[in-house]
């Protein structure tokens, strides 16, 4: 079974809502700055082992995050070659990931809703 997914029956569910990869970055660089590999890492331990997104997923979202201009990469003039790429969230990053905030707490409410309505069935 693919990871993000679980067998309910002879249904298969997406446990990760398709969208959330992005937001999630926001959050995670909205705490400090961080390279690919430790979002990945972050995600996986914040979701308590539910979701790990590849780099197949993460670096093209880093880099479609950056072309929005929603985050930068850190300036480091100590930086080798071979280090990380750093990045942090910009002004318009923050303001984006506060619209997130608020959308999602509608979000959930309606959730909470179907999950109660579904339980009357």
């Not at 993000?4 to 249904?11: A, L, N």
């Not at 590999?37 to 997923?57: H, N, S, V, Y």
């Not at 093209?60 to 942090?88: C, H, N």
């Amino acid at each position: 079974m693919p990871s993000g997914y679980c067998r309910c029956g002879p249904f298969r569910v997406d446990i990760i809502p398709k969208g959330l990869l992005k937001p999630f970055v926001l959050k995670l660089l909205s705490e400090r700055p961080m390279h690919g590999f430790e979002l990945m890492e972050q995600i996986f331990e914040k979701t308590d082992g539910m979701w790990r997104p590849g780099p197949a997923a993460i670096y093209p979202t880093l880099e479609w995050l950056e072309k929005m201009g929603f985050i930068k990469p850190v300036e480091d003039a100590t930086k080798s070659e071979r280090a990380r790429k750093q990045y942090e969230i910009t002004k318009k990053g923050r303001d984006a990931l506060a619209s997130y905030n608020s959308d999602s707490r509608a979000i959930i409410l309606r959730m909470q809703k179907f999950g109660s309505v579904y339980k009357r069935f």
